[in-house]
């Protein structure tokens, strides 16, 4: 296969785990693969990048090293960066750049929210940066610094620039030569997710080949079956796509070519070297599934974090990769990097969790650092993603949605029928969301699929949030007025919640009211809908109400996820697991037959006739 075998030999090397090669025909030839910050806050944010001005100093340098990293096709390299500054300051910091070349030719047109200076000469913020004496104590004293950062291949060139001045007053005084990956065209960052149909799954990637370079497709081997290949779509996005600033603005980069390619008729169960295909609707086998929301991106470097912006996703993350073999199905519902329109950050970020995506299907919903944005048709009128308005999370990752824009889907896997809301659009009844919710719950056969499961962002249910408990509804308003005649109406066993940084169980309810006495182990019919808030996956925590209402279980403020297991069609288990040791702190169950589905329960029975 000429043409592709640098490609391939590139990703072995590179993950030695994925034996699905993502590869291209190449149709052109000679192409050559102590500083803190509010919570809650992009740390990127917080850098006046287009207030820089110049103060360079011939005294100065910054130097790194190696200069060319990916040499055995890893994606991810370590950086040594040493700084010198004649006259240094607490303030003075180190910014990454990619593209490495600063150019004011590149600057888009600026909002009148932005004054650049007179002549701007850097109008893209840094990828990641670092104090100058983060982890050099005597910096101040001697102005020598030594700054190690990890950079991950995202397509361009890099350089490392000293700024003095801090981050509202930045003042560039040296640049470091460019450092490059070897071949930063390489295809990098799998994902994984279900199709729309049960036997079909699809791989998700991203390069810098565009379909005009390359033909994209993967090459998969089923055990004991023959090498088969699947063409690959390809789509990106530009500056155009994006609603308002950052994203439009500073917070602009490339996003590089993203490319799907949908693995078909695979036979349930079956292990395609490194991921197991998906099982069959009611297929009656162990199945295990990890959900939370709210992770977040973190930097293994330091860098960025000089606060608590996302103090758990690491921990998360790693957790989850620990623990790979023990599932078979990721949820993330929604807030994944909180790039809030920094877009080098959905690198980031599906880097960090390329181990898990690469593995597992690796399924997302929509949350409001993804999509909200005023007058862009999302619910909330709020400025959250950045000016992203969706776009990169509709691109960057696949779902099985009709209308990528639409964010909502039903997702079928072996015993588990999933329908996923988008809380970010409106919900309520009479719209086209509430009909799909209804046709979502009302399609499953439970006979087949007992353990119906719905998911949404935002606590359309219930929560004991202390900004829920402060506007008096402990729930998003409307969430579950619109709602929870149909989690009863069609029996949902469990409703899961992000949004929310903290874990909290509530009883099965309905209409504020708990219907079952039993908190741990539920049998027969339960009656009503569990609600589960299971939102810290790693950002920022939230506060609870100092009084937990009497429907809350078990709350706690940590990090953590949810995990699933059905052991059959009769028995499911619920787990609530610390991200920082990975044990048990919570947990239910549910035992029950068939008929205790079909069980009348209050606003839940089939209408019924005197005739005989």
Request: with cysteine.
């Amino acid at each position: 296969m000429k043409g592709s075998s640098s490609v391939s030999n590139h990703l072995l090397k590179q993950q030695n785990m994925i034996m699905i090669l993502m590869l291209f025909w190449f149709t052109k030839l000679g192409m050559v693969l102590g500083h803190n910050h509010v919570l809650g806050v992009q740390p990127l944010s917080k850098i006046a990048i287009h207030k820089t001005v110049l103060a360079l100093n011939n005294m100065a340098a910054v130097a790194a090293a190696p200069t060319v990293l990916g040499i055995s096709g890893e994606d991810t390299a370590w950086v040594t960066v040493k700084v010198l500054n004649p006259m240094p300051s607490n303030d003075d910091w180190v910014g990454v750049f990619s593209p490495a070349k600063f150019s004011s030719g590149n600057c888009p047109p600026a909002p009148d929210s932005i004054g650049w200076q007179e002549t701007p000469y850097i109008c893209q913020a840094p990828i990641k940066y670092k104090f100058a004496n983060h982890d050099n104590s005597n910096y101040l004293k001697t102005g020598a610094a030594v700054l190690k950062f990890q950079l991950i291949n995202q397509r361009e060139d890099f350089s490392f620039a000293l700024f003095s001045g801090g981050l509202s007053s930045p003042k560039l005084v040296a640049v470091s030569k460019n450092v490059r990956f070897l071949n930063p065209k390489a295809p990098v960052y799998p994902r994984l997710a279900l199709g729309k149909s049960w036997d079909e799954m699809t791989v998700t990637w991203t390069s810098g080949y565009d379909h005009r370079d390359a033909i994209p497709f993967v090459e998969y081997v089923s055990n004991g079956g023959e090498v088969r290949r699947a063409p690959a779509g390809t789509l990106t996005f530009n500056r155009n796509s994006m609603c308002g600033e950052p994203a439009r603005t500073v917070g602009w980069r490339d996003p590089g070519f993203i490319h799907t390619s949908f693995l078909k008729n695979l036979w349930p169960n079956l292990r395609t070297f490194s991921f197991k295909a998906p099982p069959f609707p009611g297929q009656n086998s162990l199945q295990r599934v990890i959900i939370f929301g709210d992770m977040g991106k973190a930097e293994r470097d330091g860098s960025n974090e000089y606060a608590d912006y996302q103090p758990g996703s690491l921990n998360t993350t790693d957790r989850l990769i620990e623990d790979l073999a023990n599932y078979d199905i990721v949820f993330h519902i929604g807030d994944m990097p909180y790039a809030n329109g920094y877009i080098s950050q959905w690198d980031q970020f599906t880097a960090q969790v390329q181990e898990i995506s690469s593995r597992v299907p690796y399924m997302i919903a929509s949350g409001n650092h993804e999509r909200d944005w005023p007058n862009t048709g999302s619910f909330y009128d709020t400025p959250d993603s950045g000016g992203e308005c969706g776009v990169p999370a509709e691109t960057m990752y696949y779902y099985p949605a009709e209308n990528k824009a639409k964010f909502w889907y039903k997702a079928d896997y072996g015993m588990f029928r999933f329908c996923i809301a988008d809380s970010e659009h409106d919900w309520r009844e009479g719209t086209e969301q509430y009909k799909f919710i209804e046709h979502c719950l009302a399609t499953v056969d439970r006979k087949q699929q007992p353990w119906l499961i719905f998911a949404a962002h935002r606590p359309l249910g219930y929560s004991s949030n202390s900004w829920y408990g402060m506007e008096g509804s402990f729930e998003e308003p409307m969430g579950r007025e619109s709602l929870q005649k149909l989690w009863q109406k069609y029996k949902v066993d469990i409703a899961f919640y992000g949004h929310v940084h903290n874990y909290e169980r509530v009883c099965p309810i309905y209409q504020n009211q708990c219907v079952n006495e039993e908190k741990t182990h539920y049998s027969g019919t339960v009656n009503g809908t569990i609600h589960v808030v299971v939102g810290g996956g790693g950002s920022h925590l939230s506060d609870f109400v100092a009084s937990p209402p009497v429907w809350s279980i078990y709350r706690d403020h940590d990090f953590g996820f949810g995990k699933l297991t059905a052991f059959n069609h009769s028995y499911l288990m619920f787990e609530y697991k610390k991200s920082s040791d990975g044990l048990v702190y919570d947990y239910f169950t549910i035992h029950r037959d068939y008929r205790d589905v079909l069980a009348c329960v209050h606003d839940g029975c089939e209408k019924i006739t005197l005739a005989t």
